[in-house]
């Protein structure tokens, strides 16, 4: 009686322990499918996808400092960006990581470079390089990217440049 008492209870573990990794590598492979789903739309300059990504009550603060609160601020923000000075640019994922914090809840870091872009005189930009963090939640079975904080890293006081 104690053996199969002792056998249930093996096999329990390793049956749900199964379901949690196949639930985290579904979830994972979620994420990066979204992450995926936002380069393409930048890259075709599609506003209303880029906006898509995030929770109805989903928010925004570009790295020029411009705060969006819910998707139709998100969407105008890059409606505003992708008709002017990024239209035509194009999103590099240099680097990508995702970590799962609760079963509805995951934060992704991206190392990102955006390139084509043009200054205000018609000549070429410099990449702007920069790094995103990026707080997700599921929500109904889907995720969606909760809050956005693309920054630009700047060098520390003093250091040497």
């Known amino acids: 009686m104690k053996r199969a008492l002792v056998l249930a209870v093996a096999f329990l573990v390793v049956t749900v322990s199964g379901v949690v990794r196949a639930d985290k590598a579904s979830d994972e492979k979620a994420l990066r499918t979204l992450a995926d789903q936002f380069v393409k739309d930048w890259d075709s300059d599609n506003w209303k996808g880029l906006a898509g990504v995030f929770a109805a009550d989903g928010d925004l603060i570009n790295p020029f400092g411009r705060v969006a609160k819910g998707r139709a ?10 008709t002017s000075f990024l239209k035509g640019t ?11 914090v ?3 809840a995951a934060i992704e870091d991206w190392d990102v470079s955006v ?14 390089n920069h790094h995103v963090t990026v707080v997700l ?5 889907k995720w ?15 250091a040497p440049k």
């Open 137 to 141: 939640t599921k929500q109904g079975g």
């Open 102 to 104: 609760a079963p509805d």
């Open 90 to 100: 194009k999103f590099g994922l240099n680097a990508y990581a995702a970590r799962l």
């Open 115 to 128: 390139t084509g872009g043009k200054n205000a005189d018609g000549t070429d930009a410099p990449p702007l």
């Open 73 to 82: 601020e998100i969407e105008k923000v890059f409606m505003d960006e992708h």
């Open 144 to 158: 969606w990217a909760a809050a956005a904080r693309p920054m630009v890293y700047v060098p520390a006081p003093g």
